[in-house]
């Protein structure tokens, strides 16, 4: 596992999200109810790694390409069955710090 420093905390504020690259890793972060959450940046129904460019309101992310929605305080699709991928990020010293599976 690799912890990796990918912003710091203020660059992502409140409602928003944002795509990075860390470790091979394509990750969109997702700011909600004071808290930060990663995901691998591609929803599970077609595999497409779009989810940054989808709408992003009150905690729900939805894919551009057909519309799954997904809470992003639990990662489940709310209209569709699956989930996204996450990661465990916290905030420490002002900055966001993402875990990463190894490359396998």
């Known amino acids: 596992m690799a912890v990796v ?25 997702c700011s909600v109810d004071g808290t930060v959450a990663a995901f691998r940046n591609r929803c599970p129904h ?8 989808g709408s992003f309101t009150d905690g729900v992310l ?3 390409m057909h519309g799954w929605a997904f809470d992003v305080r639990t990662g489940r699709s709310l209209n569709a069955s699956g989930q996204l991928t996450r990661f465990p990020a916290e905030v ?7 875990t990463l599976p190894d490359p396998w």
Do not use: K, M, S
């Not at 420490?92 to 993402?98: I, L």
């Open 5 to 29: 420093d990918l912003c710091g905390a203020d660059e992502l504020r409140p409602g928003e999200r944002r795509r990075y690259y860390a470790e091979g890793e394509n990750i969109i972060l």
């Open 92 to 98: 420490r010293n002002g900055r966001v710090f993402v």
């Open 62 to 64: 939805t894919c551009p």
């Open 46 to 53: 077609q595999r497409v790694e779009l989810l940054h460019e």
